[in-house]
């Protein structure tokens, strides 16, 4: 399968904790985003690259979380001390250039205890 | 006003049935559309562009109306998999660019 993979699948975790997850995109494609989706809202942004640049961050995401792609390919997000609201899923993504459709991988799912 | 916005239903239709869902966008420079669908606990997946020209797939038929700031997904000859919940996307030019999301608009098809 050659689609966005993201893991872990699940992760549960006491509040306080850092979290990382990762996100291995479709590998020709040099965008990747982050989205984080709680229950009945759609998939909010919270960042994106291109290639090894992070282009845009929403004035959403706190200083608590940060997001890399050294190399342009594979990308990390990190939440630290992480907090009740944290829960959800967050969503990776990616698309061949800006403008094209993005292609979601299966999402990791944050439960913080 | 939220940025790109949907109906979230629930659209409770019979299977045969035509269904249509609109989507309205705030920024007047957004440049790219789409229209994902959503299964429960799963990830968005895309269904389909939406072109200047319009696009059809299909049972499914996407427009986009600049002037109005919308765009609209019909779906015709409903069918018991169409049950999902579907979500628009517009990329807006903000300077830089980001990806909004609408709430989406759940569909339930019944027998």
């Known amino acids: 399968d050659t689609g966005v993979s993201q893991n872990p699948r699940h992760k549960i975790t006491k509040r306080g904790q850092n979290v990382t997850f990762r996100c291995d995109p479709i590998?020709?494609?040099?965008?990747l985003y982050w989205y984080r989706q709680t229950l009945g809202q759609g998939p909010e942004f919270l960042t994106y690259f291109q290639n090894e640049a992070q282009l845009e961050k929403s004035r959403l995401l706190s200083d608590r979380f940060s997001a890399e792609r050294p190399k342009g390919s594979f990308s990390t997000l990190e939440i630290q001390r992480t907090e009740q609201g944290d829960s959800a899923m967050y969503l990776c993504?990616?698309?061949?250039?800006?403008?094209?459709?993005?292609?979601f991988g299966d999402g990791t799912r944050l439960s913080i205890l | 006003r939220k940025e790109v916005e949907q109906d979230p239903g629930p659209f409770n239709v019979p299977e045969g049935a035509t269904v249509a869902f609109n989507c309205t966008y705030s920024n007047s420079a957004s440049q790219s559309f789409f229209w994902y669908r959503q299964d429960c606990r799963k990830e968005p997946k895309l269904l389909m562009s939406?072109?200047?020209s319009g696009n059809e797939d299909g049972r499914f038929t996407a427009q986009l109306n600049r002037a109005s700031q919308y765009i609209s997904l019909l779906i015709r000859d409903s069918k018991l998999s169409d049950s999902a919940t579907y979500l628009c996307a517009v990329i807006e030019d903000t300077g830089g660019f980001k990806t909004i999301f609408g709430a989406g608009t759940r569909l339930f098809v019944k027998a």
């Open positions: 993504a990616s698309s061949l250039s800006l403008g094209q459709p993005q292609h």
């Open positions: 939406v072109y200047s």
């Open positions: 590998s020709e494609h040099n965008r």
